[in-house]
Each structure stands twice: as C-alpha cells, then as structure tokens.
C-alpha cells in the first residue's frame, strides 16, 4: 500500500514527520503517552482516552492485530493515534483483523514515525499539551498553518466529557452465577471490563447514564454504588460530585475507580489538580498504606486528587485518609473513608489487559456491601 506523508505537530511548535497510519485526514487532541508493552486494543477502546491523542512507547504496535472480544467500549475512542512501527502482518490465532484496517474503518488518524522515544522525552519535560496530527492533502498546508489549528483547538483543562462517552440509557449486566448483590454502576466512561468482573462476584449491575442523580441511583435499592473510570477534567464534574454526595449521605457503600476516585475526592472537599504527563501504562507501583503490599497497576489518568498524605482528615462524611500512593511520584492512588462504607483508587483493578495484581479490591467491595446487610 502507497505510504502517504504525515505530520505531528505539537502546540510548542515542535513537528515530526512520518507517514500516515490507519485513516487519512487530520485530528486534534491532547497528546500523552502510554507505557504499555501490550493491550493496545483495551487502550484505543478505552472511553477515558476521549479527545486525546495516544502515542505508544512500545516499540512495535499491531502484532497480534485486533479482535471482537478484547474492546473496552463499542468502538475506537482516542482521537489520533501515533507508533513507531506497525506490525506488517498480524499473527494471533484470535486476531479476526488488523489494526491498521481497524483504524481506517473507524476514521481514527495515526501516524507512523521514528522519533517516539524523543516525542516522549519532550513530553515529560514539557508535559501534556495539544497536538495534531495531519496525513495525506491535510499535511501540504504550511506548517504555521497547522500549528495554529493546534492552538485554537480545545484544552483538555476544562473539558466536561464524561456525558459524551457515557450510555444514554440504563442496562443491567446480569451476575454470573447465584446474585448476590446488587449494584448501581455510574458510567463515566465505563471499561467493559468492569461490570464483567463485578458480575463474576455474583453482582446484578445496573449501568446507569453519567447524568444519573442521587435519586435515580438510589432508585435501584443497591447494596453498594460503583463510580466508573472517564475522561475529561473532574473540576467539571459538578452533576457526579452533587449524585455522590447523596449517595454517602444514604450510607450506601461506594467504590470508586480512576475517575471516580477523583469524584469521591471532591465530594469529600478536597481539590484536584493536573498532573504534568499523567500516568498511563500497564506497570505503575502502587502501595497499598495499610498493609505495605505494593501493586503493579493499570493506569490511565491526567489528573489527581490533592490530598493530605499524613495521616486522617475531617471530611463532611467523618474521617478519611489516603488509602494507596503511587511509589514514583507519591501521586494520590487511593481513598477511603474510615467512618463509613466508602473507597476508591485512581488506578484500574478490572486491569484488562493486565497486570491483574489488584483485582482484590472487587471483593473488598463485596465485603463492604456483605457488612453493610
């Protein structure tokens, strides 16, 4: 196939050139940068990757092509996509296409280009911004023109999108075997993941839209209440703060994850913040302050909760602490309140596709509802 040329263009003005992967045209994001040697599918289906663009420190993308049982959500969500070498020919005895094909066919515009290992160094020393990437006819405008199509496109501070990834309508993920619970999932940009693996502990989950209010999530009568993963700048999300409030006012158990742990920040009182590069990548070391036991884990975030890490603080709903820190920047990775029945951790332990090292804290939650009976 005729190789067409590429640009990314960054918001500083940096450009790098390469050759267009997947759909030709142009797109607009934010871009970051995600440490994971595989689960590429699981990360370009992932809704909390909404308006940005991924680029992969892996070397070599597209291997074991793409399949019809590994997407996190009903289709490609990042913006824009940039690898160093996609994989000629995909060699998987479940692969059911290629990735190449995949992005083409959803529109997803990526690049191809030898600089990724210096892209990510200027991103960690400058951080997060916007970007484009621009192939085919799109990528002959002067590059001045490009670079401000970049700056006038939206930041990621700022951005309400949880509603634009969420379902529309309320569904019901059935429990896999005896019910044993009943949960009500609020999905911020849920990973299908998710309700799977609650599903597997005997919870009946009924995914609810991210505009959801306290009433309409108590309506379910759960014994415990879920708040999803998403994307998007959570100082926005005044709608899930004011839900989750009075689902702790209620006294129902709560868990939280990624997104959700940020929610159950705020609704605390405390503050979030963005993060310089945020963490993305399958290899995090999280510790757990408890008992000392550390996680490798999933990640996928852009912002965290500022919290004080010394011990208890008064929260409207009693005490809290900070559960879980991240062990290469002490990066707020957990909360819990230690009053009532109410958790979370910004990292993810549903964890497809792996490491699955904290995929306890499902039956943590278990055992909170089971307490709360």
């Not at 868990?255 to 920040?265: K, L, R, Y």
């Not at 500022?306 to 990775?333: I, M, Q, W």
Request: glycine content about 12%; some cysteine.
């Amino acid at each position: 196939m005729t190789q067409t040329p590429a640009l990314l263009v960054l918001e500083d003005g940096r450009v790098f050139h390469g050759v267009g992967y997947g759909a030709e045209g142009e797109t607009l994001g934010e871009i970051v940068f995600n440490t994971g040697m595989t689960g590429y599918q699981e990360t370009l289906t992932d809704p909390s990757y909404a308006r940005q663009i991924v680029a992969m420190t892996a070397p070599h993308i597209g291997n074991t092509g793409v399949n019809g049982e590994d997407a996190e959500s009903a289709r490609i969500q990042v913006a824009g996509y940039v690898v160093r070498e996609p994989a000629r020919v995909a060699s998987n005895w479940r692969a059911t296409g290629s990735l190449g094909s995949a992005l083409r066919e959803q529109g997803v515009v990526g690049i191809a280009m030898p600089g990724t290992r210096a892209l990510t160094r200027h991103l960690r020393d400058r951080g997060a911004m916007r970007a484009g990437i621009f192939s085919g006819d799109a990528a002959a405008a002067p590059e001045a023109e490009l670079l401000a199509k970049v700056q006038a496109s939206p930041a990621m501070e700022g951005a309400d999108l949880a509603r634009e990834v969420s379902t529309t309508e309320t569904y019901v993920v059935p429990a896999i075997g005896e019910k044993r619970f009943t949960v009500a999932a609020v999905d911020l940009g849920i990973k299908a993941m998710t309700p799977h693996r609650m599903a597997e502990r005997g919870c009946e989950v009924h995914v609810l839209p991210a505009t959801a209010t306290a009433a309409d999530i108590l309506a379910v009568n759960p014994d415990g209440v879920f708040f999803s993963n998403g994307p998007g700048d959570p100082a926005t999300a005044e709608g899930p703060v004011a839900a989750l409030r009075g689902v702790l006012d209620a006294g129902t158990p709560f868990f939280g994850i990624c997104f959700g742990n940020q929610i159950f920040g705020r609704a605390l009182g405390l503050g979030t913040y963005k993060l310089r590069f945020g963490h993305r990548g399958i290899n995090q070391p999280v510790q757990d302050r408890t008992t000392g036991k550390v996680d490798v884990s999933a990640h996928n975030h852009g912002f965290a909760v500022k919290a004080p890490l010394d011990g208890p603080f008064d929260t409207p709903y009693g005490r809290a602490e900070v559960s879980h820190v991240n062990l290469n920047d002490d990066c707020v990775e957990g909360l819990r309140l230690l009053d009532r029945p109410g958790f979370s951790v910004q990292y993810h332990p549903e964890a497809a596709a792996g490491p699955h090292d904290a995929t306890g804290l499902f039956d943590r939650f278990c055992e909170i509802m089971e307490g709360s009976k």
